[in-house]
């Protein structure tokens, strides 16, 4: 069983739209919650972090934690082309040396 | 302050040469980690170093892969011997502290094997 779980995509939405994005995971004990947004070709980007429950906003971008239901997703509002990415959840756990693992990511395109 | 730096940006090379990539970390950070990834995939964790101590490898690093960070700066990631199955796009990340959970990543280097 996958660790760290994604639609892998693609997620296609037109200019403006919310785009959403989930993931699910399997480790219990998992503290730490990121997403980074990778453009093809370039390296991951952080964009959000997440530690507890519930909602967490940073400009257009609002993180969900459900511990319970081992759930984070990530909103995108009035998405825009440049929004077009892979975006990879990652889950660290408070186990062994903080090692994050990475989901496979979501390809999204916004239409304009 | 200058970001995750990784050295060199690409690198092709025939199949049984050894490679060695450089990673120079954000300079407080004292924590240091390889990725490694492939199309489609997310990144794959390799080792993890706490200034220069090598806390954790994956079981997925074969023996022809070492890892070193001698002065706890810069690390090293050397591959022995290389297979085509090596091809990918390896990733450094470094972070601060334990408090400090984020990890930042380099720009990579691209292995392609021939």
């Known amino acids: 069983q996958k660790e760290v779980e994604q639609n892998s995509g693609p997620l296609s939405v037109p200019e403006g739209a919310i785009a959403s994005l989930n993931c699910t995971y399997s480790d219990r004990v998992s503290q730490s919650f990121f997403w980074y947004r990778q453009y093809s070709g370039k390296s991951p980007e952080l964009i959000m972090s997440?530690?507890?429950?519930g909602d967490k906003e940073d400009g257009r971008f609002t993180a969900q934690l459900n511990k319970a239901s081992q759930y984070v997703s990530l909103l995108i509002r009035d998405s825009q082309p440049s929004d077009s990415a892979t975006y990879l959840c990652a889950v660290r756990g408070e186990t062994s040396y903080d090692k994050v693992i990475f989901g496979p990511g979501t390809s999204l395109s916004v239409i304009p | 302050d200058t970001g995750v730096s990784q050295d060199p940006r690409h690198k092709i090379t025939k199949r049984g040469q050894n490679v060695t990539f450089r990673c120079d970390p954000i300079s407080e950070h004292n924590r240091l980690y390889w990725y490694r990834q492939t199309l489609g995939q997310g990144p794959e964790f390799l080792t993890y170093f706490q200034n220069e101590a090598q806390l954790e490898k994956s079981r997925l690093l074969s023996d022809r892969f070492s890892a070193e960070r001698p002065k706890g700066s810069f690390s090293t990631l050397e591959i022995q011997r290389t297979e085509q199955g090596d091809s990918a796009m390896y990733l450094c990340a470094s972070s601060a502290s334990m408090r400090a959970r984020e990890q930042y990543f380099g720009p990579g280097t691209r292995l392609t094997v021939t």
């Open positions: 997440i530690y507890s429950n």
